[in-house]
């Protein structure tokens, strides 16, 4: 059997649980990608937008109860969710229960936050139903990103099945341009931040002598 037809066999038995674990942790990309897949009739769109609901609801809810019930612990342990704590405090005390909304939007606090939120003192009723509701924005609007990706390749190519391989590999190559784009400017934050406390430093040592 051919392995276009293999994959196809695959993804489609196979596809709904690889998006739930996927969801379940980050899984815009994968989403993304299932997305287009539902629109090349691989799998269903509306399959998709309901197993990214509950993987991205379901994994929510686990890490604001990790954080209600390990926060401390995971905070002395892991020093990746104590770097980003404050940084989440912020966005808490600033825009209150709404960060448990917009939590899975953020990049680079998608797992952080829920974790966070878990350790301050919102009501865990209050984070289930916020949590209902940006589980179901999220699933719908990055599994349409990618139907209509597909959608938009259709109106220039006659067969899209037949690119379909291109079609995905220019989908992958776009995903990783834009992660790899992110990471650069987190990069280049951390660089500006660090040289700015460096001169800070040095400004003070020349003006007080103390370092």
């Known amino acids: 059997m051919h392995f276009q037809q293999l994959l196809r066999d695959y993804i489609e038995i196979h596809g709904y649980w690889v998006l739930f674990a996927g969801t379940f ?3 815009e990309a994968v989403l993304i990608i299932a997305g287009f897949l539902a629109f090349d009739g691989h799998l269903q ?8 609901w509950a ?3 379901l994994g929510d809810q686990f890490f604001f109860y990790l954080g209600r019930l390990r926060g401390t612990s995971l ?3 892991f020093h990746f969710i104590a770097r980003r704590f404050r940084e989440g405090l912020r966005l808490i005390e600033k825009y209150g229960a709404f960060v448990a909304f917009i939590s899975r939007f953020t990049y680079g606090l998608r797992i952080v936050l829920p974790v966070i939120l878990g350790i301050t003192g919102l009501s865990s009723r209050t984070f289930l139903a916020i949590n209902l509701g940006s589980a179901l924005v999220w699933a719908a609007t990055f599994s349409m990103a990618g139907y209509l990706y597909g959608k938009s390749a259709s109106l220039f190519l006659d067969n899209v099945g037949k690119y379909e391989p291109y079609l995905l590999g220019v989908l992958v190559a776009l995903i990783m341009s834009i992660w790899l784009f992110h990471l650069y400017h987190a990069w280049k934050s951390k660089k500006t931040a660090r040289m700015r406390l460096a001169r800070m430093r040095s400004y003070r040592a ?3 002598g103390k370092p």
């Open 55 to 57: 993987g991205s609801f």
């Open 206 to 208: 020349a003006h007080t």
């Open 25 to 27: 942790l980050e899984g």
């Open 75 to 77: 905070l002395r342990r």
């Open 45 to 52: 769109l509306g399959g998709v937008i309901v197993t990214a």
